[in-house]
């Protein structure tokens, strides 16, 4: 989720396919949030939203990001259950 309630699109791109770089769209609720949901296997994951064609970091995710993608994306821990 990613509250943007100015954008026109927003995407969340992450190596969610083993490895490979997959772009997911998002829906924008009533109240400015995007939202989307996908299944996900246990392991780490890099991602980043793009909003309007610009590259933002989730500012949710308080997870140090360290070398992933120059800094300019999120980590995501998928645990399993």
Do not use: C
Request: aromatic content about 12%; cysteine-free; proline content about 5%.
């Amino acid at each position: 989720m990613l509250r943007a309630p100015d954008a026109i699109a927003v995407e969340v791109v992450g190596n969610f396919a083993y490895g490979r770089q997959v772009r997911v769209p998002l829906s924008k609720d009533v109240d400015g949030a995007w939202r989307t949901s996908f299944q996900l296997s246990e392991g780490w994951y890099e991602y980043w939203f793009e909003v309007d064609g610009q590259r933002v970091r989730d500012p949710e995710n308080t997870r140090d990001p360290g070398i992933a993608a120059d800094g300019n994306a999120s980590l995501l821990h998928v645990k399993a259950s």
